[in-house]
């Protein structure tokens, strides 16, 4: 083409541009602009949206070491920045080389079964993931080769849920130190408006790119959970040492603080309590008698009643628990239920003659499971008492030795939980203990 035709051509195409525009041809023009401009609002009111989602969660991530609620919030982060059906959530087992099922999110992660395992091999999507540690975009998932159908293995959600069905995915791996230790699955992507019922709405890169953003996120929170939960396990396992080696000291009374753990807890199932203060109670009761360490040997294994004397001395042993545990941080919550469980609602107790809610309410529960399992227990100088007499002895003192709010929630136990055997039966079978636990 010479210069003179492409000049002539472009100055066609500028007229062309620049001439006057029909009404039609306007209406059609503004109406385009209009569709891209809502295309562009929506976009921006998405990223607006994805963005608030993203620190909510890691708002909660900065406040909460709840592990279940940070598992269940991650799963709805994803659900919302991803416009998806449900996620799931798999970690990995390390000795058995497995996937287990951690958590998945409303009513369709309510039909999964808790006891899916994957091999983390190329028989399942999710296993592969964890496998190569890299991220997958199936939107094809029936023809995908490493769907369960295929390898008879479940793949997340669809296998155990027998209603639902997996169309499509979005699967990531959590890393955290160097390692993977699980992945986060988005299924069933969902289409924009509802309008587009009907229509097939698939899993872009930009949904595992911001899958992959949250599950950094996710990696540090499991991560973090896991360390406080063996952090709390560590501490639980040493105060049940400790209270062993009081067992192991006091080997006539054997069994008694077991029983104390298992009565203290029946009767809390009865006060409505928070999770907390149960097991606040649970850990008070193992350590009630922990100050026996301080008692010598001659009045601490006496096969015969103590003098009086003997009694003073057996007398400190609350206070010198106090003393011994009073410095542990984690106990601060406990620390009267152990201090006090022989203080008395009439103020008559030891050893401060506290009264009525001036002893904390562990003490009070623990109060009355240690003085039943004393009648009931049998002792190198007296047989046990018959648990009905005990019952009765426990009755008779509400609201002078007791606490009557106690009193009632021990009578209702005693009506409806395992709390009528003696010392031999409940001790030498655990199972008798842990319908209150
Ligand atoms: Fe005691």
Redesign the pocket.
């Known amino acids: 083409m010479s210069k003179n035709t492409l000049k002539k051509a472009q100055q066609s195409a500028s007229r062309a541009q620049n001439r006057p525009r029909s009404a039609p041809e306007t209406l059609d023009r503004i109406q385009g602009l209009e569709r891209e401009i809502a295309g562009v609002l929506q976009a921006m009111q998405e990223k607006v949206q994805q963005f608030e989602y993203m620190s909510d969660f890691s708002a909660l991530l900065n406040s909460s070491l709840d592990t279940s609620l940070v598992r269940e919030k991650a799963l709805e982060a994803t659900c919302k920045l991803l416009r998806c059906e449900t996620a799931s959530l798999f970690l990995v087992d390390r000795k058995k080389a497995e996937l287990y099922w951690e958590t998945a999110l409303g009513d369709t992660g309510k039909e999964l079964q808790r006891s899916v395992r994957l091999p983390i091999d190329n028989r399942s999507i999710a296993g592969y993931v964890a496998m190569s540690g890299e991220s997958v975009i199936v939107n094809d998932i029936a023809n995908d080769p490493r769907h369960f159908k295929k390898n008879k293995v479940a793949d997340g959600a669809s296998d155990s849920a027998p209603k639902f069905e997996t169309r499509n995915m979005v699967c990531v791996p959590l890393r955290a130190r160097g390692q993977t230790i699980g992945v986060l699955q988005a299924l069933n992507k969902l289409p924009l408006f509802r309008g587009e019922k009907g229509t097939r709405a698939l899993f872009h890169d930009d949904d595992r790119k911001l899958l992959e953003s949250l599950s950094h996120q996710v990696a540090i929170a499991v991560e973090n959970s896991r360390l406080y939960e063996n952090l709390k396990q560590s501490f639980f396992d040493t105060v049940e040492a400790l209270a062993e080696a009081i067992e192991k000291k006091d080997r006539y009374t054997g069994g008694h603080t077991k029983r104390v753990v298992h009565f203290s807890l029946c009767i809390a199932k009865y006060l409505k309590l928070t999770p907390e203060q149960v097991e606040q109670i649970r850990l008070g009761a193992l350590l ?2 922990v100050g026996k360490i301080g008692i010598e040997d001659k009045i601490l294994k006496k096969q015969a009643p103590l003098e009086g004397p003997e009694w003073d001395v057996m007398q400190t ?2 206070t010198l628990g106090f003393e011994i545990m009073s410095r542990v941080e984690g106990l601060k919550d406990v620390i009267g239920g152990m201090r006090f ?2 203080e008395r609602w009439d103020g008559k107790g030891y050893p401060l003659g506290l009264k009525g809610d001036e002893i904390p309410l562990i003490a009070r529960v623990i109060a009355v499971a ?1 003085a039943y399992d004393a009648m009931v227990s049998t002792r190198p100088y007296r047989k046990g008492m018959d648990p009905q007499m005990a019952y009765d002895e426990i009755v008779k003192n509400r609201d002078t030795q007791f606490d009557p709010v106690v009193v009632d929630a021990f009578i209702q136990a005693f009506q409806n939980e395992k709390m009528g055997r003696g010392s031999g039966k409940l001790a030498s079978n655990p199972t008798n203990l842990s319908n209150c636990d």
């Open positions: 009630h008698d042993h609350p469980h022989h240690d």
